[in-house]
């Protein structure tokens, strides 16, 4: 059974940081993206970040360079996400997710927002609110 379950979700002030974590089990980590969508009421849902576990390269939204911060554990097949200099516009459920995506065959990490039909598997979501 394929699981993916989120962690360190919260209500911060603006400025402030999060971490969110993801836990992986149940698929070959090293085979796949896995990152983060986020999807704010009335809003279109969108790709946030993303890493491969087979080679480490990440993707980044506009939106959020040089404020996230995507890394991961393979030895924990637990993606992070570090979250700094929050903005309320960041407020939104952050969902992880994960697409099957080897190195060198997939390009689901750098095309992390526009995958065909969705990524492969889906957490439960955690809620993130900024206040202003």
């Known amino acids: 059974e394929v699981l993916l379950v989120e962690s360190g979700g919260g209500l911060v002030q603006a400025g402030g940081s999060l971490r969110l974590s993801c836990a992986a089990s149940g698929f070959n980590f090293d085979d796949y993206a896995i990152g983060w969508f986020r999807q704010a009421p009335g809003k279109e849902r969108e790709g946030v970040s993303s890493i491969s576990g087979g080679d480490g390269s990440t993707y980044y939204a506009d939106s959020v360079k040089g404020r996230f911060t995507i890394s991961s554990d393979n030895a924990k097949n637990t993606v992070y996400l570090q979250m700094n200099n929050l903005k309320p516009e960041d407020t939104a459920v952050y969902y992880c997710?994960?697409?099957?995506?080897?190195?060198?065959?997939?390009?689901?990490?750098?095309?992390?927002?526009?995958?065909?039909?969705?990524?492969?598997?889906w957490g439960q979501g955690t809620q993130v609110t900024v206040s202003s």
């Open positions: 997710a994960a697409d099957w995506s080897p190195p060198g065959i997939g390009v689901a990490t750098l095309m992390w927002g526009q995958i065909v039909g969705g990524p492969d598997y």
